[in-house]
């Protein structure tokens, strides 16, 4: 199983983002996939969520209305759009995956290594 995190970096405040995951060696299609994040000093934080076929997605109330979750399961690969991005969404980024829908991260499955997004003037 892998997971791979990709699109990371240093933006402004204000500025957008795309981050792409890529995942092989599971069936994609029968997961719910996720996103996470861990600031420097924090927990694991769930920040969206998408079902299988992408039809349903769920936000933390910290990024709803800025960040976008959608997945290609021809590609085998999961989104996060992220706008209007702030100082306080500066974190390292996770892909996970999880047949069940849970926002406790300590329950998922797969993880990816994860990919640092700062957000700084």
């Known amino acids: 199983v892998q997971l791979a995190e990709s699109g990371g970096g240093l933006v402004q405040p204000g500025d957008s983002l795309r981050l792409s995951c890529a995942a092989s060696?599971?069936?994609?299609?029968?997961?719910?996939m996720y996103w996470v994040r861990q600031a420097p000093g924090k927990e694991r934080e769930f920040v969206a969520a998408i079902n299988m076929i992408g039809s349903t997605t769920f936000y933390a109330d910290s990024v709803k209305g800025r960040f976008t979750m959608s997945r290609e399961n021809a590609k085998n690969t999961v989104y996060l759009h992220m706008n209007s991005l702030k100082p306080e969404d500066t974190a390292v980024y996770y892909c996970?995956?999880?047949?069940?829908?849970?926002?406790?991260?300590?329950?998922?499955?797969?993880w990816g290594q994860g990919t640092q997004v700062t957000v700084s003037s």
């Open positions: 060696g599971f069936t994609f299609s029968r997961y719910w």
């Open positions: 996970a995956a999880d047949l069940r829908m849970t926002t406790r991260p300590s329950q998922y499955d797969y």
